[in-house]
C-alpha cells in the first residue's frame, strides 16, 4: 500500500468533512467564509455558497446520508452543521441555505459528531458541557458536564453509546439507558483525537504526550506507540476498519488496524491539523494548521495468485509481474482504480465508475461495464465474481454478463458501517454474508438469483469475525468455516442440516484451498492444515488425528492472505509478508482420492505414514463405501471399535451400516422405512434416545406404539426421572403395555 498526492495547489480549508454524495465529495469552509466542495471524479472544487454575517465558523460536520429502502431512491437529505468559536451551532441544506442557528455552548464549540441513523448531534465545548441535539436543533439531552474542555467526540458503532475526551481521561456514556458511565486515564497528556472502529470495536486515542494508543471498549489497552516527539493531533480509522491514519508534526502515517505496523509514511507541506477518510477508503484528506487541505489517493495492497503479483502503480495502472518467468504486464484504465483483486487466472479492478477484467490469456483486452455504486470489496470465485457497497451485491461471470443484483433488505441503511469484507465469502454457488444487523447470524445466498437461501442460514451464539466459504466439491456438500470473536473456529454445511461442529480454539484466521476440500488455520503461532473437514460430521473423536500441524515462525495474530494449492501466504502483526508451502504428499493424496485411485492412496500412505493421511483415507473410503479399504486404514491407526463394528455388517445392511458410521441417522432411519423395516427405524431412533421421533414413526405407520410407550415407561423408571415429553403425557391411560408381545417383538428384529 502507498499513498499518492493529488495533484494540484492544496485548497485553503479551516475545517472539512465527508459528505456520502456519489462517489463522496469534500466540503470544507474555505477564505472568506465561503463554503466549498471538491470532486475526487473531477479532481476540481466548486463553491456551494457565501457564509453572511460576522460569525466565525470553525467546524464542519456533514449528516452521513444512506438509502433510505430497498424500493425506492428516496435518500435522507443533506445537512450540513456548522460550529462557531462562539459556541453557535448553525444548520444547512446541501445548497447552502441557512435553516436555523443556535446557541449551543459558553465559549467555542470544539467538537460534534452526527449519530450514523443522522437523527441526533452531539456537540462538545470549552464549557465541558456534553449535549445532544434532535437534527432540527432541538436540545434533547445535556449529557454530563466534565471540569476542562471537551477536544473530541464520536458515537459508539451501535449509536448507544457516546465517547468524548477531556483532559488525558476517556469517558464512555450510555446515551439511552442508565448504565453507569465509564472513565479512565488514557495518556499523560491532554487527549486531542479520538475515534471508534464501527468494525471491530476499536477506540484509537491521539495526546499531546507524543503517543497514541488503541483500546477495546472497555478500557483495556491492546496497543501503545511508540513516542514521535510531538503531539499526536489527529487519527482516523478507515471505513473498512482495516488500517488507521494517524497525523502528526508534517507527517501522515497508515497503519494496520493492530497499530504496531506501519504500512506508509507521506510528508505534507505543514503541520497536520485533522485527517479523514472517503466514504469508500480509497482517499485520504488532510487538514494543515496553515488552514491547506491536501489530498492523497490510497493505493490498494498487492494481490497474488499462485505465481502472479499485481501491484498499483498510480492512479490508474496496475503492474502484474510473474515470479517465476519475471514477465511484465502494465494493465491501463481511464480512470482512478479504487479497488482491485486478482484470483483464477483474472484481475478485476473497480474504479469510480467503471469495472475492468483482465483475463490471463490475454491482459490487453478487457472487459468493461459501468457501475451503478461506488465498490468497497471485490470477492472472487472460479466462475463468478461479486461487487458489493456493503448493502447492494451484484454478481458477474468473468464475460461481464450481470448474474443477479440484490440489496439486503429490511435493515437499517446506516448499518452498512457495520461491514467487513473479511465476513463475506463466494464460490460458484453460494455466497455467505455476516448479518449487518446482528453479528451472530450467518446467511447464504443464491448468486444465481440473489434469493436468500433460508434454510442455510446459521445462528451463532457469539459474533463472528471471519468467514470461509469451501471452494471445491458439490453444492450438495458445500461447507462453511468460521472464526467468532472468541477465536473459536467452527465448521457447517450449509445445504445438509445446520449442525456447528467445533474444530479448535485460539484460531485467528481459516481459510479452505482452492483446489482441495481441505482447510488451513492459523492457531497461536503454528499452521494448521485440517486434511478432511468432512470427519467434524462422521466421527468428532477421529477429527484430531486428520490435522497436520506445522510449527512457523509466523508470530502471534498472523492473517492468511492466501491459500492456493499448496502455497501460503501469511501476514504478521508487524506487517511482514510470509511465504511457506505446506506437505505436498496430502495434496497428492487428495487427487488419488478423487479420481478414486484406492491402491495409489494406500500407497502413498504407506510411503510416508503419516497418521493425518491415513485417517483421511479411512473416512474419505467410509464415506464412498470402500469397507476393505476403510477397514484396513482404521486398523493402522488403531481404531479397533470401528473394525469391530464394519466386521458385524452384513450385506444385507452394509449401506445403513456406513450410514451409522458416517453419523448419518436420517439416512439410516430412511433406508429402514423404505424397506419396510419400521422396528428397525423405532429401535434406531429409541437407541439415539430419540423418543419423539420414534413415538412418531410408530403413529404414523399405526403399529409398535405400545412398544415405544412401554420402553419410554422404562426408561424413567430406571433413571428415576418423570415424564417430560407432552406426547407420552397424553398416552397414559390409552396404551396397555404387554410385556410379553414387546418381547416377541424385540426377538424378531432383525437388528437389535
Same mark, same amino acid.
Given at each position: 500500500m502507498k499513498l499518492q498526492r493529488c495533484t494540484g495547489d492544496a485548497q485553503t480549508s479551516i475545517s472539512f468533512d465527508w459528505s456520502r454524495q456519489g462517489c463522496g465529495e469534500v466540503l470544507f469552509l474555505g477564505s472568506e467564509r465561503r463554503l466549498q466542495c471538491w470532486n475526487p471524479a473531477r479532481e476540481e472544487s466548486f463553491q456551494i455558497c457565501q457564509m453572511e454575517g460576522e460569525t466565525f465558523w470553525s467546524l464542519l460536520k456533514c449528516?452521513?446520508?444512506?438509502?433510505?429502502?430497498? %424500493?425506492?431512491?428516496?435518500?435522507? %437529505?443533506?445537512?450540513?452543521?456548522?460550529?462557531?468559536?462562539?459556541?453557535?451551532?448553525?444548520?444547512?441544506?446541501?445548497?447552502?441555505?441557512?435553516e436555523k442557528i443556535i446557541s449551543a455552548h459558553q465559549g467555542a464549540v470544539l467538537c460534534a459528531a452526527w449519530s450514523a441513523d443522522c437523527s441526533s448531534v452531539a456537540t462538545g465545548g470549552e464549557d465541558g458541557h456534553v449535549k445532544i441535539w434532535s437534527r432540527n436543533g432541538l436540545l434533547r439531552l445535556t449529557l454530563t458536564i466534565v471540569d476542562r474542555p471537551v477536544y473530541d467526540l464520536v458515537w459508539s458503532p451501535d449509536g448507544s453509546r457516546l465517547l468524548f475526551c477531556s483532559d488525558n481521561a476517556l469517558h464512555v456514556h450510555n446515551v439511552q439507558g442508565t448504565e453507569r458511565a465509564i472513565r479512565w486515564k488514557a495518556h499523560a497528556g491532554a487527549l486531542l483525537s479520538i475515534d471508534w472502529n464501527s468494525v471491530n470495536g476499536y477506540i484509537v486515542s491521539a495526546s499531546e504526550d507524543g503517543r497514541y494508543k488503541i483500546w477495546n471498549e472497555n478500557g483495556k489497552a491492546l496497543y501503545t506507540s511508540n513516542n514521535v516527539k510531538s503531539s499526536v493531533a489527529s487519527v482516523s480509522w478507515s471505513p473498512d476498519g482495516h488500517f488507521l491514519a494517524v497525523g502528526f508534526q508534517q507527517k501522515l502515517r497508515l497503519c494496520t488496524s493492530s497499530g504496531d505496523h506501519i504500512v506508509c509514511e507521506e510528508i505534507i507541506d505543514g503541520e497536520v491539523a485533522k485527517v479523514a477518510w472517503s466514504p469508500d477508503g480509497s482517499i485520504v484528506s488532510v487538514g494543515s494548521r496553515d488552514n491547506e487541505l491536501f489530498i492523497f489517493y490510497v493505493h490498494s495492497e498487492t494481490s497474488r495468485w499462485y505465481q502472479l503479483e499485481a501491484s498499483q502503480l498510480d492512479n490508474g495502472s496496475i503492474e502484474i509481474k510473474n515470479l517465476l518467468n519475471e514477465a511484465v504486464e502494465l494493465l491501463e484504465t481511464n480512470s482512478r482504480i479504487c479497488k482491485f483483486q486478482l484470483g483464477w487466472d483474472h484481475l478485476v479492478a473497480a474504479t469510480q465508475t467503471q469495472c475492468y477484467i483482465f483475463r490471463r490469456s490475454n491482459w490487453n483486452t478487457p472487459v468493461m461495464f459501468e457501475l451503478k455504486f461506488p465498490v468497497c470489496h471485490i470477492t472472487l470465485a472460479e466462475r463468478i465474481f461479486m461487487l458489493t457497497n456493503g448493502r447492494t451485491y451484484v454478481i458477474f461471470t468473468y464475460d461481464g454478463h450481470l448474474q443477479s443484483s440484490f440489496q439486503i433488505g429490511g435493515i437499517d441503511p446506516s448499518a452498512v458501517r457495520f461491514f467487513d469484507g473479511d465476513a463475506v465469502d463466494l464460490c460458484n454457488d453460494s455466497l455467505c454474508v455476516r448479518s449487518l444487523e446482528n453479528r451472530k447470524r450467518l446467511e447464504c445466498f443464491d448468486p444465481t438469483d440473489g434469493k436468500r437461501v433460508d434454510n442455510a442460514t446459521m445462528l451463532h451464539c457469539y459474533d463472528i469475525i471471519q468467514v470461509s466459504v469451501e471452494q471445491a466439491g458439490t453444492k450438495a456438500g458445500r461447507k462453511v468455516a468460521f472464526v467468532d470473536i472468541n477465536g473459536s473456529c467452527f465448521i457447517g454445511r450449509l445445504y445438509a442440516g445446520r449442525c456447528l461442529v467445533k474444530l479448535g480454539k485460539i484460531v485467528q484466521t481459516v481459510k479452505f484451498s482452492d483446489c482441495t476440500a481441505m482447510l488451513l488455520g492459523v492457531q497461536d503461532e503454528s499452521l494448521l492444515l485440517w486434511c478432511q473437514p468432512e470427519t467434524a460430521f462422521v466421527d468428532a473423536q477421529l477429527l484430531p488425528k486428520t490435522v497436520l500441524k506445522k510449527q512457523s515462525d509466523i508470530g502471534k495474530a498472523a492473517r492468511l492472505e492466501g491459500f492456493h494449492g499448496s502455497q501460503v501466504v501469511l501476514r504478521r502483526s508487524d506487517g511482514c509478508l510470509i511465504f511457506c508451502m505446506l506437505n505436498p504428499f496430502s495434496f497428492a493424496l487428495h487427487n488419488h482420492l478423487q479420481n478414486r485411485e484406492w491402491e495409489k492412496s494406500l500407497q502413498l500412505c504407506r510411503q510416508i505414514n503419516d497418521e493425518a493421511l491415513w485417517a483421511t483415507v479411512a473416512v474419505e473410503a467410509t464415506l464412498s463405501g470402500e469397507v476393505n479399504v476403510a477397514r484396513y486404514c482404521y486398523?493402522?491407526?488403531?481404531?479397533?471399535?470401528?473394525?469391530?463394528?464394519?466386521?458385524?455388517?452384513?450385506?444385507?445392511?452394509?449401506?445403513?451400516?456406513?450410514?451409522?458410521?458416517?453419523?448419518?441417522?436420517?439416512?439410516?432411519? $430412511?433406508?429402514?422405512?423404505?424397506?419396510?423395516?419400521?422396528?428397525?427405524?423405532?429401535?434406531?431412533?429409541?437407541?439415539?434416545?430419540?423418543?419423539?421421533?420414534?413415538?412418531?414413526?410408530?403413529?404414523? $405407520?399405526? %403399529?409398535?406404539? %405400545?412398544?415405544?410407550?412401554?420402553?419410554? $415407561?422404562?426408561?424413567?423408571i430406571e433413571s428415576e426421572n418423570e415424564e417430560s415429553i407432552e406426547k407420552f403425557k397424553q398416552l397414559e391411560g390409552e396404551v396397555e403395555v404387554d410385556w410379553t408381545e414387546i418381547d416377541n417383538w424385540l426377538k424378531t428384529a432383525m437388528r437389535y
Amino acid at each position: 500500500m502507498k499513498l499518492q498526492r493529488c495533484t494540484g495547489d492544496a485548497q485553503t480549508s479551516i475545517s472539512f468533512d465527508w459528505s456520502r454524495q456519489g462517489c463522496g465529495e469534500v466540503l470544507f469552509l474555505g477564505s472568506e467564509r465561503r463554503l466549498q466542495c471538491w470532486n475526487p471524479a473531477r479532481e476540481e472544487s466548486f463553491q456551494i455558497c457565501q457564509m453572511e454575517g460576522e460569525t466565525f465558523w470553525s467546524l464542519l460536520k456533514c449528516c452521513p446520508k444512506w438509502t433510505t429502502s430497498r %424500493s425506492t431512491t428516496a435518500e435522507v %437529505s443533506d445537512t450540513l452543521l456548522l460550529a462557531s468559536d462562539d459556541g453557535k451551532l448553525c444548520y444547512l441544506s446541501s445548497v447552502g441555505k441557512v435553516e436555523k442557528i443556535i446557541s449551543a455552548h459558553q465559549g467555542a464549540v470544539l467538537c460534534a459528531a452526527w449519530s450514523a441513523d443522522c437523527s441526533s448531534v452531539a456537540t462538545g465545548g470549552e464549557d465541558g458541557h456534553v449535549k445532544i441535539w434532535s437534527r432540527n436543533g432541538l436540545l434533547r439531552l445535556t449529557l454530563t458536564i466534565v471540569d476542562r474542555p471537551v477536544y473530541d467526540l464520536v458515537w459508539s458503532p451501535d449509536g448507544s453509546r457516546l465517547l468524548f475526551c477531556s483532559d488525558n481521561a476517556l469517558h464512555v456514556h450510555n446515551v439511552q439507558g442508565t448504565e453507569r458511565a465509564i472513565r479512565w486515564k488514557a495518556h499523560a497528556g491532554a487527549l486531542l483525537s479520538i475515534d471508534w472502529n464501527s468494525v471491530n470495536g476499536y477506540i484509537v486515542s491521539a495526546s499531546e504526550d507524543g503517543r497514541y494508543k488503541i483500546w477495546n471498549e472497555n478500557g483495556k489497552a491492546l496497543y501503545t506507540s511508540n513516542n514521535v516527539k510531538s503531539s499526536v493531533a489527529s487519527v482516523s480509522w478507515s471505513p473498512d476498519g482495516h488500517f488507521l491514519a494517524v497525523g502528526f508534526q508534517q507527517k501522515l502515517r497508515l497503519c494496520t488496524s493492530s497499530g504496531d505496523h506501519i504500512v506508509c509514511e507521506e510528508i505534507i507541506d505543514g503541520e497536520v491539523a485533522k485527517v479523514a477518510w472517503s466514504p469508500d477508503g480509497s482517499i485520504v484528506s488532510v487538514g494543515s494548521r496553515d488552514n491547506e487541505l491536501f489530498i492523497f489517493y490510497v493505493h490498494s495492497e498487492t494481490s497474488r495468485w499462485y505465481q502472479l503479483e499485481a501491484s498499483q502503480l498510480d492512479n490508474g495502472s496496475i503492474e502484474i509481474k510473474n515470479l517465476l518467468n519475471e514477465a511484465v504486464e502494465l494493465l491501463e484504465t481511464n480512470s482512478r482504480i479504487c479497488k482491485f483483486q486478482l484470483g483464477w487466472d483474472h484481475l478485476v479492478a473497480a474504479t469510480q465508475t467503471q469495472c475492468y477484467i483482465f483475463r490471463r490469456s490475454n491482459w490487453n483486452t478487457p472487459v468493461m461495464f459501468e457501475l451503478k455504486f461506488p465498490v468497497c470489496h471485490i470477492t472472487l470465485a472460479e466462475r463468478i465474481f461479486m461487487l458489493t457497497n456493503g448493502r447492494t451485491y451484484v454478481i458477474f461471470t468473468y464475460d461481464g454478463h450481470l448474474q443477479s443484483s440484490f440489496q439486503i433488505g429490511g435493515i437499517d441503511p446506516s448499518a452498512v458501517r457495520f461491514f467487513d469484507g473479511d465476513a463475506v465469502d463466494l464460490c460458484n454457488d453460494s455466497l455467505c454474508v455476516r448479518s449487518l444487523e446482528n453479528r451472530k447470524r450467518l446467511e447464504c445466498f443464491d448468486p444465481t438469483d440473489g434469493k436468500r437461501v433460508d434454510n442455510a442460514t446459521m445462528l451463532h451464539c457469539y459474533d463472528i469475525i471471519q468467514v470461509s466459504v469451501e471452494q471445491a466439491g458439490t453444492k450438495a456438500g458445500r461447507k462453511v468455516a468460521f472464526v467468532d470473536i472468541n477465536g473459536s473456529c467452527f465448521i457447517g454445511r450449509l445445504y445438509a442440516g445446520r449442525c456447528l461442529v467445533k474444530l479448535g480454539k485460539i484460531v485467528q484466521t481459516v481459510k479452505f484451498s482452492d483446489c482441495t476440500a481441505m482447510l488451513l488455520g492459523v492457531q497461536d503461532e503454528s499452521l494448521l492444515l485440517w486434511c478432511q473437514p468432512e470427519t467434524a460430521f462422521v466421527d468428532a473423536q477421529l477429527l484430531p488425528k486428520t490435522v497436520l500441524k506445522k510449527q512457523s515462525d509466523i508470530g502471534k495474530a498472523a492473517r492468511l492472505e492466501g491459500f492456493h494449492g499448496s502455497q501460503v501466504v501469511l501476514r504478521r502483526s508487524d506487517g511482514c509478508l510470509i511465504f511457506c508451502m505446506l506437505n505436498p504428499f496430502s495434496f497428492a493424496l487428495h487427487n488419488h482420492l478423487q479420481n478414486r485411485e484406492w491402491e495409489k492412496s494406500l500407497q502413498l500412505c504407506r510411503q510416508i505414514n503419516d497418521e493425518a493421511l491415513w485417517a483421511t483415507v479411512a473416512v474419505e473410503a467410509t464415506l464412498s463405501g470402500e469397507v476393505n479399504v476403510a477397514r484396513y486404514c482404521y486398523a493402522v491407526i488403531n481404531e479397533v471399535e470401528k473394525i469391530e463394528f464394519m466386521n458385524r455388517t452384513s450385506d444385507n445392511f452394509r449401506d445403513v451400516d456406513l450410514c451409522l458410521l458416517t453419523g448419518d441417522v436420517e439416512k439410516a432411519e $430412511q433406508l429402514y422405512l423404505e424397506r419396510k423395516l419400521v422396528l428397525e427405524a423405532i429401535l434406531l431412533n429409541i437407541d439415539l434416545n430419540c423418543w419423539t421421533r420414534a413415538l412418531e414413526i410408530a403413529c404414523k $405407520q399405526k %403399529s409398535y406404539v %405400545s412398544l415405544v410407550f412401554g420402553l419410554r $415407561q422404562r426408561y424413567l423408571i430406571e433413571s428415576e426421572n418423570e415424564e417430560s415429553i407432552e406426547k407420552f403425557k397424553q398416552l397414559e391411560g390409552e396404551v396397555e403395555v404387554d410385556w410379553t408381545e414387546i418381547d416377541n417383538w424385540l426377538k424378531t428384529a432383525m437388528r437389535y
